[in-house]
């Protein structure tokens, strides 16, 4: 059997945020679902970038958020998502690598420039989402390395992976990998336009078991079921799902398994600056809790702190040691 | 004559920082001053960015910074500085205009990239810079529009422009334009070890009346004179210029005309978190305090309230409008 060498691999697509700050106006204007995801073709990025005020950029992607956040709690973490090797790809492989995560990803030679997520982040702290996938688009199936991802505890996928063409077959490639090895697979289902548009297969991950632990925040899990009643669809996840947490902001969390339904309080927070990257490190500090043999509260509580720690600035990683972060309020991993 | 356009024309090399949290051991081990900018070649760049931890990238440059800082009063501004067409100089393009700076330097088709200042940010808020000057070496005298010079209130120019080669001639090209339309003309020394690679020339620009206006802060003005005492390097100083204004960080500033010698408490600042950009944005609001007719002290209140904006975030341009934020401390510009 393949000994563990790292406690999660993420596989999701590799993008640098472009963040700059919008009034709500602007996401009118521009006919921007406010706190959500869309997909952009390069003509559109380009009017949005003409639009949009200063920026700075950051390495991005939410499963390589999470990584990022996974390493920062002094976790083994590895990633596979897909740049071009051009000045973002190298920007976003340095980010990557120099958080002390494996990246072995080859990147792409010819094609579309590495994918940038355009962020607008308005007073509120809220961000709104554009992305223009471009090297994105080319992950496939070979760039799964079988000995990588049987060696990791837990494989984490995103949900996002279901939008370019052949990443949904990497996706089920890894999953059937990790659990030929006796791993665990874990989802986010990102967002909740994106379950709107595979929610069928995202049902069917859940029920078929290929999915072992499912993250979604409250908005995903009321599109996957299409119900506006929270305790609804709850009831129903934990029919379908091994293990599922919710996240709900600054109402906590809740855990949902066979044994229990278990609500865990939100973190502490001075003032939200930048929402971005909160449920992707949410799930960071839930599955370095797995990692570590921690029970599902304590688990979510360090989900929590991660999370709170990155919505106190702008950027989507975290800007301090997660580990100190999380010992700093009693918590050690 | 020419009418005014700008109250601000600002003339620097262009540069994108990439900004990382480092330890001061970081610093010792890579053999760098702490608080001082380096000029530093493709391959130490290269090294240095394989060395340092994740980072951010954000458009910078201290001129450029300056100016931003002016559009942000609200006044009008304009940049002069060379990038090259590609992804890091259309990054500097967008920010810069998108500050509503006009910006109409033609960027380079050929020739080294885009300038890269590699930026560690140490706990104590301190910055430590190297720069890679790239593209910014190719600014020359033809870049200078005398149109555009003629039509500035003030034409600022950081000593930085000392070390690309031809820079310095559209430096004197575009004070001497000023002159004959009747405009002033600042100078910042822009950094202590500058001044000692340019001593005998900044003095002569002083001494004949090439600039009107310096900034330094105290290392700056002590390298100039060569002196470790405030008061005779200040005695000197006034002794030489029409008007000069003196950084302390948390002591304030001291402006030294002929009239007289005023010093200005520091703005209270809850945390530093970066005190990158903070002389750059003392200058943006000294300037702008100059041309909306405010007295020194108020002009440098101003400056004051800039700087301290700039320090309390990671970056070096303003996140905020700095005429909103001068209006809650009282200040209207």
């Known amino acids: 059997m393949t000994a563990i060498r790292y406690d999660v691999l993420g596989i999701g697509n590799a993008i640098v945020d472009v963040i700059a700050r919008a009034e709500d106006d602007f996401l009118v204007a521009q006919g921007m679902h406010k706190g959500a995801m869309a997909l952009i073709d390069e003509a559109r990025a380009q009017s949005i970038y003409a639009a949009m005020g200063p920026a700075v950029e950051s390495s991005g992607g939410s499963a390589a958020n999470t990584i990022v956040g996974v390493a920062s709690f002094g976790a083994r973490a590895a990633f596979v998502g897909k740049v071009k090797d051009d000045k973002l790809g190298q920007i976003f492989a340095h980010d990557i690598r120099a ?27 809220e961000r709104t989402m554009n992305t223009f996938l471009g090297a994105a688009q080319d992950l496939k199936p070979s760039d799964i390395d079988e000995g990588q991802v049987a060696s990791a505890a837990v494989t984490y996928l995103e949900g996002y992976l279901w939008d370019p063409p052949r990443a949904k077959e990497a996706f089920v490639k890894a999953a059937a990998i990790a659990h030929k090895a006796g791993r665990r697979v874990a989802l986010t289902l990102s967002d909740a336009f994106c379950v709107d548009r595979y929610r069928g297969e995202f049902l ?45 902001s600054e109402k906590g969390c809740v855990v949902v398994s066979k044994a229990a339904i278990e609500t865990v309080a939100a973190e502490p927070v001075e003032q939200i600056v930048d929402v971005t990257g909160a449920g992707d490190l949410f799930a960071a500090g839930f599955l370095v809790g797995l990692a570590r043999g921690k029970d599902h509260h304590t688990a979510a509580r360090l989900g929590g702190l991660a999370a709170a720690e990155v919505i106190q600035h702008i950027g989507a990683r975290p800007a301090v040691s997660l580990k100190a972060w999380a010992a700093d309020s009693g918590l050690q991993v």
């Open 99 to 125: 958080a002390r995560v494996a990246f072995d990803t080859k990147p792409a030679s010819g094609g579309p420039s590495t994918a940038r997520c355009y962020i607008m982040v308005t007073p509120d702290g």
């Open 204 to 248: 069917d991950l859940i029920r078929k078991g290929t999915v072992d632990i499912v993250f979604a925040n409250e908005r995903e899990l009321h599109s996957l079921y299409e119900t506006a009643d929270f305790d609804t669809a709850v009831k129903a996840l934990r029919g379908e799902a091994k293990l599922a947490v919710i996240t709900r």
